[in-house]
């Protein structure tokens, strides 16, 4: 089994900043790629950013030059540091990897989803 737990969401006004935060563990082998996801009400989930491994990241065009994906390898966690929040920003974001499980096969995994509300 592999757990996600996202941390970090709540209300914030137009143009200030919030960080999120998800935490794999579990029977993980290695991840190879983790990411962030959202979903506003009446709408499909989106990609907000993802990162490899390696470091190599991507970003939807929406939210380039806001938001920073980053990862902690060590600590199997991601980071998405939000900037200059929009109301059109407001959704649940959920945390996702792609990781080798012990049972040496590849499988995406989810959290639970953490709330964003930005307030005009």
């Known amino acids: 089994q592999v757990q996600l737990v996202e941390s970090g969401g709540g209300l914030v006004q137009a143009g200030r900043s919030l960080r999120l935060s998800c935490a794999a563990s579990?029977?993980?082998?290695?991840?190879?790629?983790m990411g962030w996801y959202r979903q506003a009400p009446g709408n499909q989930r989106e990609l907000v950013a993802t990162?490899?491994?390696?470091?190599?990241?991507n970003y939807a065009n929406s939210v380039k030059g806001r938001f920073t994906i980053s990862r902690d390898n060590a600590k199997n966690t991601v980071y998405l540091q939000m900037n200059s929040l929009k109301p059109e920003d407001t959704a649940v974001y959920y945390c996702?990897?792609?990781?080798?499980?012990?049972?040496?096969?590849?499988?995406?995994?989810w959290g639970k989803g953490t709330l964003v509300t930005v307030s005009s």
């Open positions: 996702n990897a792609y990781c080798l499980n012990y049972g040496m096969t590849y499988a995406d995994y």
């Open positions: 579990g029977s993980i082998n290695s991840i190879k790629y």
């Open positions: 990162i490899g491994n390696s470091g190599s990241t």
